[in-house]
């Protein structure tokens, strides 16, 4: 029975440490993020596209693969539940 006892009474304060570290650690203040505050004309000058890029060997190496045509057949079993 004391042996029980023991068992219950650490876990108890294992519970407890852990339930005050998130209390402790929901109060912590944590840094704001924002973003740069930037004009829609500012934003709009910074778009660059690179169209170099698409006249890589390596892109125009690749090959598209041919078109699978759709299944023809009976699809499934009546009842897919039932075994074979």
Not at 1 to 16: C, G, P, Y
Not at 32 to 44: Q, Y
Not at 49 to 56: K, Q
Request: charged share 20%.
């Amino acid at each position: 029975m004391q042996k029980r006892q023991k068992i219950l009474i650490s876990a108890f304060i294992l519970i407890l440490v852990l339930f005050l570290m998130v209390l402790w650690q929901s109060k912590q203040p944590r840094g704001i993020i924002s973003a740069p505050k930037v004009g829609v004309s500012e934003r709009l000058q910074a778009i660059t596209i690179d169209f170099e890029v698409l006249g890589n060997p390596a892109l125009e190496a690749l090959q598209s693969y041919p078109e699978i045509s759709p299944f023809e057949g009976k699809i499934g079993r009546q009842n897919p539940f039932l075994s074979y």
